[in-house]
């Protein structure tokens, strides 16, 4: 398996306007998790789903925060608009069950000036 | 709620020496525990973990994790370090009792830097 891939790498936008950042979870993995890395906050859990469904989003900052899993092999995070303060590295994990690790992706590194 | 605390920003050791980077933790329930490593511009890789059984727990690389319950504990140890093993680390817990969220909880990370 490839491991968890994340798309794109990098992203730079303007102030307002829509991003997606997207998510291919490891074959078979059941848990799916997106984090948000920043130098001041560090490592944030977002949300994170179970077998496709939401269990804890309490971690979005804003409504302009979506996340989306519409089947098990895909993830979306959508920002809309999108904010200078939004700019991060965000980092999309999954796992096989409750009890073993997340494996991460490389990471999306957004820019929004 | 639970959480995970990593009391040091910064470790410094020489190379050769033993390091350890510290981590406590806090849930209601039964923790699960991880280390994971992040080099620069990379992803997070996961070291290894405490599920059950015996307190040290050997990973990858050559670290290892002892658990403390008493001490809600959960260091990271490697008797010898070498400068590649500079890195950024994060410890995390998931607490798995009854009526948790389950989440992975991640601390704050500690950056260890080992000087040749």
């Known amino acids: 398996d490839a491991g968890v891939i994340q798309s794109p790498r990098h992203e730079v936008t303007e102030m307002g306007q829509e991003v997606t950042l997207r998510c291919k979870p490891i074959?078979?993995?059941?848990?799916l998790f997106w984090y948000r890395q920043t130098m001041m906050r560090g490592l944030e859990l977002l949300i994170y789903f179970n077998n496709n469904v939401p269990i804890d989003d309490s971690g979005m900052p804003e409504d302009r925060f979506s996340a989306k899993m519409p089947n098990a092999s895909f993830s979306t995070l959508k920002i809309q608009p999108s904010e200078p303060r939004d700019s991060a590295v965000y980092f999309c994990a999954s796992s096989a069950r409750q009890a073993t690790e997340a494996f991460f992706g490389q990471g999306t590194r957004l820019t929004v000036v | 709620a639970q959480s995970v605390a990593q009391p040091e920003d910064q470790v410094n050791v020489a190379e050769g020496n033993p390091l350890t980077v510290k981590c406590t933790y806090s849930?209601?329930?039964?923790?699960?525990l991880f280390w994971y490593v992040q080099y620069p511009n990379r992803g997070l890789q996961f070291l290894l973990k405490y599920i059950t059984g015996d307190n040290l727990v050997k990973g990858s690389y050559g670290f290892e994790a002892e658990f403390n319950k008493s001490q809600t504990s959960f260091h990271l140890k490697k008797p010898s370090a070498l400068v590649s093993d500079s890195a950024l680390y994060f410890c995390a817990v998931r607490d798995m009792g009854a009526g948790s969220a389950r989440q992975l909880t991640f601390g704050s990370g500690t950056q260890l830097t080992v000087l040749p």
């Open positions: 074959s078979g993995h059941d848990y």
């Open positions: 849930v209601s329930g039964n923790p699960y």
